[in-house]
């Protein structure tokens, strides 16, 4: 069974510069997260899906941060302008049911 | 709203060293807990699932205690050896499917 794909693996942009990330979650998990990892810190949910529809978006910047998942898959998010403070690793991760949660490698942003 | 505390936040033990570490949440309606292990540069490695209604897992030399009533869990490690060395995150899974995770507990084993 392939895993949580994520790309790009590393991006560096300006600030005020606009960034895309990808995830293709396992096949057949309903459920697909964002998270924000801050060095030194744990995880922070920015945006939970079930199917296409929204769960939980409480802690995403809704000024910069926009996230998508069509048909249901592959979600795409984006950042727009970016800050400095942006700079984090971005990790997807999907689940089914009431199984546990599948991490991707993330996505390592620098925001110069 | 779902606090996740882990302590300690970083420790340092001899090699062959059994340990423990703890993770603590501020509301008992949880779905699961999930313990994690996370390399430098690395995503999330998924350690052991307990359901709600489950007491222990265990895998290899891990084993993972979950007390729902008092919002504690703690992963026992056996035996530690020097690439055990990793950060270590627990996460609570609410109803709704919210995973929140704490900060981490950063774990380094000496030869």
């Known amino acids: 069974e392939a895993g949580v794909a994520q790309s790009p693996r590393y991006k560096i942009i300006e600030k005020r510069q606009s960034v895309a990330f990808w995830c293709n979650p396992i096949?057949?998990?309903?459920?697909l997260y964002w998270y924000q990892q801050i060095l030194g810190q744990g995880p922070k949910l920015l945006i939970q899906?079930?199917?296409?529809?929204?769960?939980?978006d409480s802690q995403l910047p809704k000024d910069r941060f926009s996230a998508e998942r069509l048909k249901g898959v592959d979600s795409t998010l984006k950042i727009q302008p970016a800050k400095l403070e942006d700079s984090a690793v971005y990790l997807c991760?999907?689940?089914?049911?009431?199984?546990?949660?599948?991490f991707g490698q993330g996505t390592r942003l620098t925001v110069v | 709203k779902q606090e996740v505390t882990q302590i300690p936040a970083a420790l340092s033990v001899p090699e062959g060293e059994n340990l423990v570490l703890n993770c603590s949440f501020t509301?008992?309606?949880?779905?699961?807990l999930q313990w994690f292990r996370q390399d430098p540069g690395k995503g999330l490695t998924s350690l052991l699932l307990?359901?709600?209604?489950?007491r222990e897992q265990t895998s290899g030399r891990l084993n993972a205690s979950l007390d729902k009533s008092s919002g504690r869990s703690t992963l026992y490690i056996a035996a530690s050896q020097p690439g055990d060395s990793a950060t270590y995150l627990c996460?609570?899974?609410?109803?709704?499917?919210?995973?929140?995770f704490g900060q981490g507990t950063t774990l380094q084993v000496k030869p």
């Open positions: 096949s057949g998990h309903a459920t």
């Open positions: 509301d008992s309606a949880i779905y699961n």
């Open positions: 899906f079930q199917n296409n529809g929204v769960v939980d």
């Open positions: 996460a609570v899974r609410e109803n709704t499917g919210k995973l929140i």
């Open positions: 307990i359901q709600s209604s489950q």
């Open positions: 991760a999907s689940s089914r049911g009431g199984g546990g949660a599948f």
